[in-house]
Structures are given as structure tokens and as C-alpha cells.
């Protein structure tokens, strides 16, 4: 029978599961180091990412490119509040619909459209009588 694979999240590592891997893993130094700044940041409110600059992996590249990460807030990558290379400019909502979507606004059907500056143009009334 093969042998399944156990991933531990503390350590962002996948190994044979068997009983003497998983013991020699959980009790290993480093498990247990990264166990403990886990629940550290967990107790001080604080992001695991941020309470240790050994551990920090870097940026997000589908956050950096698209501005969109699939994962949200469980990506293992650090997802920057500003655009790193303009920290003043915000992008338009467009911008960042054509970024993600890989389509601009005008491809888009008139009810999907964001409204115009003005709003939306007034209905006519119409008496059903």
C-alpha cells in the first residue's frame, strides 16, 4: 500500500506520512519554532508574515501584477497596501478591471458597465393605465 503525504502548514512542508516521520517532524526544532510564532501572532493580533523577518517570503506576484490574489488573506505572500512602484497613485477601477480580466470596460455588456459620471440618464415614465 502506498504511503500518503502529510503537509504542515507551520512549515510549508510535505513528507512521507508515516508514524516515525510525522513524531520526528512535530518534534523537531523548527516545527516548533514555527508553531510558536504562529500562535504568537495569533494571541498579539499581529500577521505571522510580519513577527519575523527570517520568515517572510516576499511579495505576492499575482497581488504585484494584477492587483488580485485568489487566496485573499490566506496567500502565504505579503500583499502590499500601495502600488510599489507609484505609492502616491491609485489605480482606477477600470485599470485594475483590465489588469485582472485581461478586457477593458467597453467590452463589457452596458448592464455590467459602471455608471457615468452623471449617473444614469432618467427613466421615462410610462402610465400603464
Given at each position: 500500500?502506498?504511503?500518503?503525504?502529510?503537509?504542515?502548514?507551520?512549515?510549508?512542508k510535505?513528507?512521507?506520512?508515516?508514524?516515525?516521520a510525522?513524531k520526528?517532524?512535530?518534534?523537531?526544532i523548527?516545527?516548533?519554532?514555527?508553531?510558536a510564532?504562529?500562535?504568537?501572532?495569533?494571541?498579539?493580533?499581529?500577521?505571522p508574515?510580519?513577527s519575523?523577518e527570517?520568515?517572510?517570503k516576499?511579495?505576492c506576484?499575482?497581488?504585484?501584477?494584477?492587483?488580485?490574489?485568489?487566496?485573499?488573506?490566506?496567500?502565504?505572500?505579503?500583499?502590499p497596501?500601495?502600488?510599489?512602484?507609484?505609492p502616491?497613485?491609485q489605480?482606477?477601477?477600470?485599470?485594475?478591471?483590465?489588469?485582472?480580466?485581461g478586457?477593458?470596460?467597453?467590452d463589457?455588456?452596458?448592464?455590467?458597465?459602471?455608471p457615468?459620471e452623471g449617473?444614469?440618464p432618467?427613466?421615462?415614465?410610462v402610465?400603464?393605465?
Open positions: 500500500m502506498p504511503v500518503g503525504k502529510y503537509y504542515c502548514d507551520y512549515c510549508d510535505e513528507f512521507q506520512d508515516t508514524p516515525a510525522r520526528r517532524h512535530l518534534q523537531g523548527q516545527h516548533q519554532r514555527n508553531r510564532l504562529w500562535f504568537d501572532s495569533i494571541t498579539k493580533g499581529a500577521n508574515a510580519s519575523s527570517n520568515f517572510v516576499g511579495f506576484n499575482r497581488f504585484l501584477k494584477t492587483g488580485f490574489c485568489p487566496y485573499g488573506d490566506s496567500c502565504k505572500y505579503l500583499h497596501k500601495q502600488n510599489l512602484q507609484n502616491n497613485a489605480a482606477a477601477p477600470s485599470d485594475v478591471a483590465s489588469r485582472s480580466f478586457m477593458s470596460l467597453e463589457l455588456p452596458p448592464s455590467l458597465r459602471p457615468l449617473g444614469y432618467p427613466l421615462p415614465v402610465d400603464w393605465g
